[in-house]
């Protein structure tokens, strides 16, 4: 920035210089001035613009989209609510999402982290399976070839479709949505740590080999490592599948998760609460999405480049 | 009587589904403590070949590789390896590159200290100290192959096998680093194994140079000794006669073998 900026100014001093010494000298004096304040303003001023390009055009767009929704729903006869009717009826919802009102009257934060703390048990169970089932599989040619198409037919199958197959295994619903979070989030990080495996490249086995690592040290020191941008590609699209798994299963399982509540509200036509409710789990997914991207850049440093 | 490395009447034939390529064929050749030995030949005559299987990575189909007396046939840090492409694992810094290595081969004989001591004055060594907590992704080219031949040489291998180390380098990166590695096989006295397919280079650096005919089935073609004393200076050598006429030599020998490429 600051290089550009000195750049320009010199260069747009130069076509002074053939004309008369005069008008030369009064170029030259005023250069260093704005030179030195450009260079201070320019740093502060690319942080804000910075700051500004990423957070306005959303606010923009929101702006419109909610305008646009007010203006369309706010006929007689429209069958959804307008921003105006959520803002009024689900206020409570909005302002302060930690208040206990009674055993079913609680705010949404607390639904959330009910439903966080199952998705940390169903997607944590994942993970370890996963990323464990991946790299046996993936250092066979045989269990690829025979496991991926299985896995990769597996994976399609919603959610939902898994949950009485685990109700009728746990007879209980608490286990049950933990069961359909893993089974709809184990398959990516099966199939991408596998693949990950089998794309450890054959130079990093030739150090091992003339090193004479052993296999535990192989797995610590050169698999893991070097599968980690894979590994974590499947984490993230297992944390996605988890969070859209867990909403579904706790609307037919119960309890006090953010997926009940939808189902609750719809029961009892609570409509704009509804709305709040899908502004959370949009959030709270995006926010996963965002840590687990933010952990797999932390942990794989370097491993990608070169 | 038994030489230091003898490569003892190697074949080696690949096999991909029912074709069968011999890509080598009786390949033996005897090379002495201390001595810098060069292969050159066409691409994909086999030099890789051959050095994978003294390295232990490649197994030969018919013969194999005795080092001090000993037939060896899998990898060991005894015989250590710069790769073309470094191959240096990129989520370690240059120290943890070395340091790796130092750890498995001296894990039990050197004490923690000295095993940091150790991984340092083997970067000092290639003149990296400087770059010890970088990334292989922020440093140079060059400076990645500087990291190879101190990972390699922290290994206090009998055998450093060099696979066109400097290959992929720009000349003058090249030439500082062809001087480094002169410099070291001078300081340490290691019998180095290099492939190479720049004649100016293997003349400058070898006491040997092993000419391979075109493959398939590729043989060692001549063998040149290179008379020139140590320690060897670039500038001196481009007008010494000695070094002209073996130039010639190698340069002879690679283009009569190129044009019977041409014509088969
Ligand atoms: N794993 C392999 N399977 C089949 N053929 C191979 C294999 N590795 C090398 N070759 C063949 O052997 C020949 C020599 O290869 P290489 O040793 O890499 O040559 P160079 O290093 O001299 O360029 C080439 O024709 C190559 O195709
Ligand atoms: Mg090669």
């Known amino acids: 920035m600051n290089m550009t900026v000195a750049k320009s100014d010199i260069s747009a001093s130069i076509p002074s210089a053939p004309t008369p010494p005069a008008s030369s000298s009064a170029a030259a004096k005023i250069v260093p001035l704005p030179l030195r304040q450009t260079a201070m303003n320019t740093r502060i001023r690319a942080g804000l613009v910075g700051a500004a390009s990423a957070v306005i055009p959303p606010l923009v767009m929101i702006v419109l989209l909610l305008t646009a929704w007010q203006l369309l729903c706010m006929r007689p006869g429209a069958t959804l609510p307008p921003p105006s009717k959520i803002w009024t009826e689900a206020y409570d919802l909005i302002v302060d999402p930690f208040f206990v009102a009674g055993p079913q009257d609680i705010g949404l934060g607390w639904r959330v982290l009910t439903s966080l703390q199952r998705v940390a048990i169903g997607y944590g169970f994942a993970a370890l399976f996963g990323i464990a089932l991946g790299t046996l599989i993936g250092q066979s040619v045989w269990a690829m070839r025979g496991l991926d198409p299985i896995f990769q037919v597996l994976r399609t199958i919603s959610p939902l479709a898994w949950l009485p197959i685990s109700l009728a295994a746990f007879r209980d619903s608490q286990p049950s949505a933990i069961f359909v979070i893993f089974i709809t989030s184990v398959w990516p990080i099966i199939i991408n740590t596998a693949v990950g495996i089998r794309n450890i490249p054959q130079d990093y086995r030739n150090v091992a080999a003339v090193l004479q690592l052993n296999h535990l040290e192989f797995f610590w020191k050169i698999m893991i490592p070097s599968a980690a941008p894979y590994i974590f590609t499947g984490l993230r699209i297992g944390i996605g599948l988890s969070w859209l798994a867990i909403v579904a299963a706790e609307m037919l399982t119960g309890g006090v998760g953010i997926g009940f509540f939808i189902w609750d509200a719809w029961n009892s036509s609570r409509l704009p609460d509804i709305f709040i409710a899908l502004a959370y789990i949009g959030i709270v997914g995006f926010l996963l999405d965002r840590m687990v991207a933010g952990l797999a850049s932390i942990v794989t440093r370097g491993t990608a480049a070169n | ?264």
């Open chain 2, 1 to 264: 009587m038994t030489s230091y490395c003898k490569i003892d009447h190697v074949d080696k034939v690949f096999t991909r589904g029912s074709t069968e390529t011999c890509v080598l064929k009786d390949i033996t050749l005897d090379i002495e403590k201390g001595e810098y030995v060069s292969i050159i030949g066409h691409s994909g005559c086999g030099k890789s070949t051959l050095l994978n299987i003294v390295a232990g990575l490649t197994q030969a189909t018919i013969g194999g590789v005795i080092l001090e007396g000993k037939h060896v046939d899998e990898p060991g840090p005894d015989r250590a390896v710069v790769f073309q492409n470094h191959s240096l694992l990129p989520w370690l810094t240059v120290y943890d590159n070395v340091r790796l290595a130092v750890d498995k081969v001296f894990g039990s004989k050197k004490s923690r200290s000295e095993r940091d001591e150790w991984t340092l004055h083997n970067l000092n060594l290639v003149q990296m100290t400087h770059a010890k907590d970088k990334r292989p992704s922020e440093i140079s080219g060059g400076m990645k192959q500087r990291v190879g031949l101190a990972r390699a040489l922290a290994m206090e291998p009998k055998v450093l096998l060099l696979d066109e180390p400097f290959g992929a380098l720009d000349a003058l990166t090249r030439a500082h680093l062809q001087d480094t590695v002169m410099g070291l096989h001078q300081k340490l006295g290691n019998t180095v194994m290099m492939i190479t397919h720049d004649v100016d280079e293997a003349v400058l650096l070898s006491d040997r140079i092993i000419m391979m005919t075109n493959g398939p089935a590729a043989q060692i073609g001549e063998i040149l000794t290179v008379p020139i004393a140590r320690p060897r200076k670039r500038l001196e050598l481009v007008t010494d006669a000695t070094f002209l006429k073996c130039r010639q030599r190698v340069l002879e020998f690679l283009y009569e073998r190129h044009r019977f490429v041409e014509a088969a």
